[in-house]
Every structure is written in structure tokens, then in C-alpha cells.
């Protein structure tokens, strides 16, 4: 056979190993469980990575502070031994109880954030958003966001039949936003205010608002953000170092330099893992708020690259959780609570490389933090719950508690109960609005 013939072959074998790869691929894909093995496998990859970054960045810290470089990863192993506890919790609650329980839960957030602004709150760093609890401590500001989410998701859908009137759609939403808002805002803590805002506009964007609410709800932000900007002065600080970043290289502008520096000297590739040099004492927060920095200076654009990643499947399995689901409800906490993690993320990473005003948001899960990292390991445990909820799913687990089939081996790890298929209550009234996790009836607004 000549070497023509034999390329030929060759090409055609390929040509017809990638076609069935790519048929392998979509028949997984199409697969009844996809969502919840997907969820799991982000849930656990970010964990772990997440886990051996902080490790990495906090050592020098932890040495320099407690003589002991592995005082800030046992805290943080401590915490995410709560945060698979809470995971736990949030994959078997059932829904209905979710759903009736969220005002409840709301209602008990605000007295706590009000209580952080009494003589029982604890000032850090020039902020009192902390509860001590004996030996731990509370940040309630962080359960809200889930409380808001939650709740805000059980109004909207119950009044999705007049949702196209205004008064009912913000009523009372946006008031009890805004009150959670100013709670948060007293502290002062404008990085959690920024991520409550991005719950808030998610339930109302999926919740099928007009597209001028949002042309006024821009202007509102603008307005907002220059008054708190003229209100404390590091905040306008931040701004003018963010659009002059030589004015004040070694004062306002130190952190964003030094980031950058970390970010420049991984290159392609990283300094190798545990090798980086900002983590000593040259860039501050570098196990929290800027841990994005030390994976760019360790493991190089390839260790962030894989970051972006695991975010974008963070994006598209809880938006396909969303589409696929029968339950309104939860289309829309699972859309507003994908957008939310994904929306942190991306706001943590665009001011680390310097796209952005520094605000102090963690990377979800590969921060740092106590209740920050607990509260995140619940939402990814309501995100699976709500992958088993899927009908496909439904039917093939509830398949599995039948006497012919023998329950799998994660649902008897888990102890897993079989999901409720869902069963709407009512009729929606003609000329409802859509509820859902895609505006595609939204059209060229």
C-alpha cells in the first residue's frame, strides 16, 4: 500500500473516531443524571482546588501570625467540613419545605444583620459585619444572600400572573432588597451589597421584568455608587487608583500592582506550585481576596485557564438545570443563584487582573473564609437537589428505590430519599408573564 493510501486510511479512521466521539458525547449529554454528575464533579474539582490554593497561599501568612503554616488551611478545612454538612443538608431537603420555609429564613437574617450592628456585632479591619460565637463567628450577610434568592423567587412566582403590572412586581421585593441592602451597606460592606444586587437583578431579569426597569435600575446604581464613592473617601480612593493606576503606586494602588506583578511573572506556565514570592507579605490578602493572583503566579496562565473553566460549567449546568426543569420555582432560584457564583467570580477575577475597581468579593470557593465558603457548599447542594428534580431525573431515580432495581451508589452514600415529581397547584391566569431561566421572548429589547 502505498503512503498516499495509508494517510487516507489513517485520516478516514479518524475522521470516524471523532464522529463517535462526538455521538458518545451527545448521548451523555442527553443523559438523565448529567446535571447532578456535573454539579458534583465543579462542586468537588473547585473544592479541592480551592483547598490546595490556600494551602499554597496562606503558609507564609499563617507562619508569620501563628507560628504554625497551616493555621489559616485548618481553619479553612474546619469550615468546609460545615460547608459538606450544609451541602449534605441542601441535597436532601425537599423542596416544598425550601419553598415555605424562605420567608422564615429572610425574616431571621435581618434581625441577625441588625443584630451585627449592635454592641453583639464585631468590628474587623474597620467593618462590623461579624456575630462571635463562642470560638466561631457569623457573617449573617452571607446566609441572606441565599435568603433573598429564596424568597425573592417564592413572590415572583406566586405572583407571576400579574407580573407585568410594576406594583407587583416590585412590591415587595425590591422594598425588603433594599432594606437587606442598607443593613449591609451600615457595616460597612459594599462587596456583599454588590453581590446582593446581582441577586436582586437576576430574580427580576429571569423573573421576566420589563427592559426599562433595568434602564432604571442602571441609572439608580450610577447615582448610588457616586454617592457612596463622595460618602467614604477609600472608596473614591479605589476608583481614582482603578482609572490612574500611577498616581499612587505604593498607596492606593499597591494591591492591583502587585497583583498584576504575580499574574506577569507565572507567564505561561507558573514558578510552580508553593513557589510564589508575592505570598511573602508583598501582596496583601493573597489567600483571600486575591488568591487568583498567587494561581496565575504558580501555575501560570494554564492554572487560571482552568479556573475560567470550571466557572463557565458552573454557568451552563445550572442554566441547564433551569431550562430543564418543570418546577417554576425552581427555574428561577436555580438561574439566580448560577448567576449570582458566576457573577462573583467574575467580578473577584476582573479586578484582580485589572479590569475592575478593587471591592474585596471572594472567589467562591477557592478563597479563603468561614461563612463565605459554608454558605457556597449549601447553594451547590441545592443546585443538585434541583438537578435530581429534573422529570428525566425523577423517573430514573425514582426507578432505582423499585424492587426490580437496586438504589446507586451515591444515593445509598448519601441516603438519599427519591425525588417528588413536581405537580403545579394551579392554572397561571391568560396573559401571564414567562418565568423561567431564558428571556428568549424578550427579543431585540
Known amino acids: 500500500m502505498s503512503s498516499s493510501a495509508r494517510s487516507g486510511v489513517t485520516a478516514g479512521w479518524l475522521a470516524g473516531q471523532v464522529v463517535a466521539a462526538r455521538k458518545r458525547f451527545t448521548a451523555w449529554l442527553a443523559g438523565p443524571l448529567t446535571s447532578l454528575h456535573l454539579v458534583l464533579a465543579v462542586f468537588s474539582l473547585l473544592t479541592l482546588f480551592g483547598l490546595v490554593m490556600v494551602l499554597s497561599a496562606s503558609n507564609v501568612e499563617s507562619y508569620t501570625r501563628a507560628g504554625s503554616s497551616y493555621a489559616v488551611f485548618v481553619q479553612q478545612l474546619a469550615y468546609c467540613g460545615l460547608g459538606l454538612v450544609l451541602f449534605w443538608l441542601g441535597l436532601r431537603m425537599p423542596v416544598r419545605m425550601l419553598r415555605g420555609t424562605s420567608g422564615l429564613f429572610l425574616l431571621v437574617c435581618v434581625v441577625l444583620l441588625v443584630m451585627v450592628l449592635s454592641p453583639w456585632g464585631a468590628e474587623i479591619n474597620g467593618a462590623q459585619k461579624w456575630l462571635r460565637l463562642g470560638p466561631l463567628s457569623l457573617q449573617p450577610s452571607e446566609p441572606a444572600k441565599l435568603a433573598l434568592a429564596l424568597w425573592g423567587a417564592h413572590v415572583l412566582i406566586t405572583k407571576r400572573a400579574l407580573l407585568r403590572q410594576w406594583r407587583y412586581l416590585l412590591v415587595p421585593l425590591v422594598p425588603m432588597a433594599v432594606v437587606v441592602f442598607a443593613l449591609v451597606m451600615l457595616q460597612p460592606d459594599l462587596g456583599t451589597t454588590i453581590t446582593l444586587a446581582i441577586v436582586l437583578l437576576a430574580l427580576l431579569w429571569f423573573g421576566g421584568a420589563p427592559g426599562e426597569l433595568f434602564g432604571a435600575i442602571a441609572i439608580a446604581a450610577v447615582a448610588g455608587a457616586v454617592a457612596m464613592a463622595g460618602i467614604a473617601g477609600y472608596r ?21 500592582r502587585q497583583a498584576m506583578f504575580s499574574l506577569a511573572d507565572g507567564g ?21 481576596d486575591f488568591i487568583f493572583a498567587i494561581i496565575g503566579e504558580e501555575l501560570g496562565l494554564l492554572g487560571c485557564l482552568v479556573v475560567l473553566v470550571l466557572f463557565g460549567a458552573l454557568a451552563y449546568v445550572g442554566i441547564r438545570i433551569a431550562a430543564r426543569n418543570t418546577d417554576p420555582w425552581i427555574k428561577l432560584v436555580a438561574a439566580t443563584v448560577t448567576t449570582w457564583l458566576v457573577g462573583q467570580a467574575a467580578i473577584n477575577i476582573g479586578y484582580v487582573v485589572g479590569l475592575l475597581p478593587i471591592t474585596g468579593i471572594p472567589l467562591p470557593l477557592i478563597s479563603s473564609g468561614g461563612t463565605s465558603i459554608a454558605l457556597t457548599m449549601l447553594v451547590f447542594g441545592l443546585l443538585a437537589n434541583f438537578a435530581r428534580h429534573e422529570p428525566q431525573a425523577v423517573s430514573a431515580l425514582r426507578a432505582e ?20 415529581p413536581y405537580a403545579p397547584v394551579s392554572r397561571p391566569r391568560a396573559g401571564a408573564g414567562p418565568v423561567g431561566p431564558t428571556r428568549g421572548s424578550r427579543g431585540g429589547r
Do not use: C, M
Open 236 to 256: 473614591s480612593a479605589r476608583i481614582e487608583s482603578f482609572l490612574h493606576p500611577g498616581t499612587d503606586p505604593q498607596g492606593t494602588a499597591y494591591q492591583a
Open 401 to 420: 428505590f423499585t424492587r426490580a432495581a437496586r438504589p446507586g451508589v451515591l444515593t445509598r452514600l448519601l441516603r438519599l430519599r427519591p425525588p417528588v
Open 268 to 288: 505561561w506556565w507558573g514558578v510552580g506550585l508553593g513557589q510564589s514570592s508575592a505570598k511573602w507579605d508583598y501582596l496583601p490578602n493573597a489567600h483571600n
